[in-house]
């Protein structure tokens, strides 16, 4: 039963020796050439480390993605906020009382009668600024707009020029108009 096949058959005569070592040495070339052995047991303590490896990884990489999210955010905010500051309109010496809301709550600023009329042609916004009300030329709005919508609170359009054939016309609603 100890006899391997290569044994029975070199006692039957029917290999000879020389040709059973060139048969092993062939078989070690191969195994060596191709890299072919038997993989060493899978370990569960070592299966167990590459998946918590794995997951702290995914976990890493989440964790940078928020913070490159949050330093864009904080970029843009600061772009936005350098943009109205470097564009506000001076407001000095207003009398005249404008009044828009922010959100529920009503608010005041006080400009002159140019600002006042500007405002109500869309030629000026109000902006909000951290804790504070700005105005800042259309233009300016539209980009701050783009940026974050819910800055820009008060973009009046443009009036648009009567038609022609329209017969009121010639009565135009007072800008002043208080219901």
Known sequence: ????????????GLVSE???KDVRTD???????????TPPAEDPARQAAERARAEKAAKDRELNRQRQDEA????????????IHTHRVVREGGDL???????????RLYVNKDLHARLVDGRLAV??????YE????EIAVRVRERDAS????????????????????????????W
């Open 97 to 107: 009382a404008y009044n828009f809301t922010d959100g529920t709550s009503l608010k």
């Open 151 to 178: 800055l820009v609170l008060v973009h009046n359009q443009p009036a648009k020029q009567p038609e022609v054939d329209d017969p009121y016309a010639e009565f135009q609603v007072p800008d002043d108009l208080i």
């Open 135 to 138: 105005l800042v030329p259309a």
């Open 1 to 12: 039963m100890g006899n391997s096949l290569q044994e029975q058959l070199l006692k039957a």
């Open 18 to 20: 020389q040709r059973i």
């Open 72 to 83: 864009q955010r904080r970029a843009r905010e600061n772009e936005t906020r350098q943009l």
């Open 27 to 37: 078989k070690r070339k191969t195994v060596k050439q191709t890299g072919k052995r």
């Open 127 to 132: 902006v909000r600024q951290d804790a504070f």
